[in-house]
Each structure stands twice: as structure tokens, then as C-alpha cells.
């Protein structure tokens, strides 16, 4: 990692002044300098890459959101209240539940924000609901791909006139003794350092799933992951958390995926197994639940032969991925095998023909049965295997940490003892998730659901607070 570091500083000369810098030009990032420019107020996006990119569009862009204009004009039967639930439930309530209720309340108005305020083409995903959400609530692009929602987002900061400085890495805040950011310094590719003043500066950097170190030392289960994520995701803000005195939270929670596809880099998405597709090893067998959450299931197909599985399921299944443009990608890479039948799919695939055959009929009996298998997972009301069959070799991956530095209702950052930083916010993977200490509670869209809101709320509250005061 370059060097970071924070400053300490009554003053600095600077090249210019905005009232609202934000570190990161990801899904948080400009949801946040929309919400800036909604207030009227100036507003700079510091991104390290060419264009704004992030871990939003490494993603599948979809937005978790209960009481969304798009989910009453389905009669989608959905609430906050409900949501909350669910994000507790599968947290196991090891989570700021009062954080969680304000957040779920929050998401509608972000979806109906984005779709009217800033024209995001945001529909709702019909047709499948993902582990541990109870009902439809998933708003996504039509490709549903995070690339085409980060390029809407990106088209709205430019209509907005969001000013984004590109190729150019924030490394050094600048701080008063009241611990206000005054500054922020920004290196460019040949080496220069530029030195911004700032009113309020909002941190949209995201985790530190990229800083191999960090992980190893917070994360050690991950040893044997690949990680699919943003090259930025450095863990400077939880640098910048240690050295301020913020309260940090849940450094060992994270969001894996049990379906990367080995060797092409391919996200091969979970609604194929959701909706009845099972994962097995080398000798044909399954080995854990695969539907209570691609996140968990990482290290449990990290834990088999070769640090690999194979996802099996059908035409059937098929047809429902065919929606996402990471398996287009897939499709497209030649990294998905088929055959008639099981023997011909076992010897494609190099894994045991017995073995495979006896766990297809294993889940053939349990959709009949209706009853849990030994790993407690239930196949009733799914449609059984069949073919033309399917499968696709994947290993576990690391895509995004969710612990970080913790925020109250507004995203404004929270030091150790419990009193708020007087001008810096974070959101994103900078900040604290909803999803509990490890991996188990994570659920599908919930990065992209605390992205965005937090993104949003920090910067209506940026630009409030930024307006009362003279950069």
C-alpha cells in the first residue's frame, strides 16, 4: 500500500476549496455527490481509477428496498418492518438493530430517488427471491449488472455537474485539534501531491478486501480465496478510523461468493441455486446447505478438494440466469457444461459419476418427501433436476469486507467514545455493514442497500452542515 497518513494541522495552503469532497467514486460515492448536488452544493468526487468504477460495478447492481414505488405497483406485500427481520434473523441479531430499522425505512426513498430524481432505470426483480429475503425487493438495471448502473450513475453526476477528478489517489487527511478535516491531499500518477480544503469530507473508499495483510490478519479463514473485487479497496478509511480514535465494528465480517467461476474470474450468481441447483466435490457428493447463503458457502467449498466445486442444475435453471450479464459472460467464456445426461455431465466436469448420480436422486426424493436433508435444507415446492443438465466448476472468493468505521443515522463516523467526528462521514464498505460479525449474515444486496443509502444520507447532510459554514 502507498503511504497514508493523517496530518495534523490549524491550516493548510490549498489549490482550491469545495464544500464537500468525497474519497471514491463507487455506487457510494456518487449516490452521495447526487445528494450533495440536490442541495445545491459544490461537490468533488477524488477517484483513484480512470472512471468511476468500484465495487458496485464488480456487482450485480441490485438494490435491496421494502415499500418501493416499484414494489406497491406489483402489490408486492413488503414492509420495513419486515425487512429488518429478515436482516436480523439472518444476522442472528448480532447487528445494530436500531441502525438496520432506520436503514430499511430508509431504502424506498433511495430506489424512488434514483428512478425519479435521477432517471436510474431501476426495476424490480420478479421470479426468484435470494436466501433469507422473504419477498421480492430486489430494483436492478436491465442487464442486471453493476456496470450498467454505475454508468447511469455517472451520467446523472454529469447532468447534476458533479465535478469527478479522476487518477488521482487520496492519501493524507489534514486535521485540526477539534479532529475537523481540513484538508484532504491528493497524489496524481506522475507523483504530485494537490491539496484540497474541504468542509465535510465523506469517505466512499470502501474495505480493505484488497490489502492481502489485512485480510490474512482479520480474516484468516479466507486463506485459499480469490479476491473479486475493486483494486482499491485498500482499507485506507480503516487506516484513517485507527489513527482519528473511531469506533470500528465487525472487522470480521465480509461478503464471499461460493460461485466464482474457477479459473475465468465469472460470478456465476445464486438464483441457480436458490431455486433447487445443489453444489458437489471431486467425488460427486454435497456437502453443506448451498442455499442459506452464497456468502458462507465460500469457505465451505474452499474447504473441499482442490479449493473447488461444481454447481449442478438444469434448462430450468438455466432459463432464470439467463436475465444476468455475468452469465452471458459466462455463457460466453465457454466455462458452463452441459449433456443430456448425468454420466455424460460427470465425465465432462471430472468428477464421480456414482456419486453424482446418487445426489440428484438424493434431492429427487426430498422434493417428493418435502422433508430437510441431513444439512437441513429443504427442496419442497422445487422443480426437480432435469435434463439437459448443467454445471460449472467454481472455488470460493472474496468479494467485499463489511466491518469498518461505525456511523450513526446520518453516516456522520463515530469515535470511540460514542460522540460524533464534527465534519466526516463514511458509507459503503468504509463503513460498518449490517451484516454481523462474520459471513453468515450476509444477504444478497445489502452492500449495495447500505452503498447507497448511507451514500445518500451522508450527502444530505453534508451539504446541509457544509452550507452553514465558509469553506
Known sequence: MSKIEIIRAESVETIMDIPVIIVGGGGTGLCAALAVRDAEVDV?????????????????????????????????????????????????????????????????????????????????VDGFTYPGHSALRMHGMPSRSGGELMGALAAACEAAGVDILTDATVDALYVNAEDRIIAVGATRPGGGQDVIGCNALILACCGFAGNQEMVAELIPELEHATFHGHPGNKGHAVFWGQELGASMADMSAYQGHAGLAAGYGIPILWPLIAEGGIQVNRAGQRFSNEAAGYSEQAVKVLEQEGHVAWSIYDETRHQIMEQFDDYQQAKSAGCLMTADTLEELAKQAGIAVEGLKASVADTWALVDSAKPDQFGRSFAGKQKLAAPFYAVRVTGALFHTQGGLEVDRDARVLKTDGTIFPNLYAGGGAARGISGPGADGYMAGNGLMTATTLGRLAGEHAARSSAATNV
Do not use: C, Y
Not at 402489490?75 to 429478515?86: G, K, R, V, Y
Open 44 to 124: 468533488l468526487v477524488i477517484e483513484r481509477d480512470r472512471q468511476p468504477l468500484g465495487t458496485t460495478s464488480m456487482s450485480t447492481g441490485l438494490i435491496p428496498a421494502a415499500g418501493s414505488k416499484a414494489q406497491m405497483a406489483k402489490t408486492i406485500d413488503d414492509s420495513p418492518e419486515i425487512f429488518a427481520q429478515d436482516i436480523i434473523a439472518k444476522t442472528k441479531g448480532k447487528v445494530d438493530q436500531a441502525l438496520v430499522s432506520h436503514l430499511t425505512e430508509q431504502s424506498a426513498r433511495t430506489i424512488d430517488w434514483l428512478m425519479e430524481e435521477h432517471e436510474i432505470a431501476l426495476s424490480l
